[in-house]
């Protein structure tokens, strides 16, 4: 049984990865031409669009695993983690924002 439940979770994870990779028509031009003063602004937005998508497959699949083990504690856990690491990676600025204002409340 704990096979199937293996098998089962990586094929899920496999075809939710697989459905969220982009499609031939939907790539990019190639070519670069921008400047490299928007390196890091570049380098952020794809490791934000890579990053993304791959935290919620892992949350799904640690939500799965806990759903089948009837772990209510590791259910709830996974869903704090993936709220307080998607705050920070979907939008940094109101992350950023947040702690400011806790900053300047508690100091």
Do not use: C, H, W
């Amino acid at each position: 049984m704990r096979i199937r439940t293996r098998t089962s979770a990586v094929v899920i994870s496999a075809a939710a990865i697989a459905a969220m990779a982009p499609s031939p028509a939907s790539a990019q031009k190639g070519g670069g031409g921008g400047g490299v003063e928007q390196a890091g602004d570049n380098a952020a937005d794809l490791i934000s669009n890579l990053v993304g998508p791959l935290l919620i497959v892992l949350i799904g699949v640690v939500a799965i695993g806990a759903f089948v083990q009837r772990n209510v504690g590791l259910a709830i856990s996974a869903t704090l983690v993936g709220l307080i690491a998607g705050l920070f990676i979907f939008d940094p600025g109101t992350a950023e924002s947040a702690f400011k204002d806790v900053y300047e409340a508690v100091f």
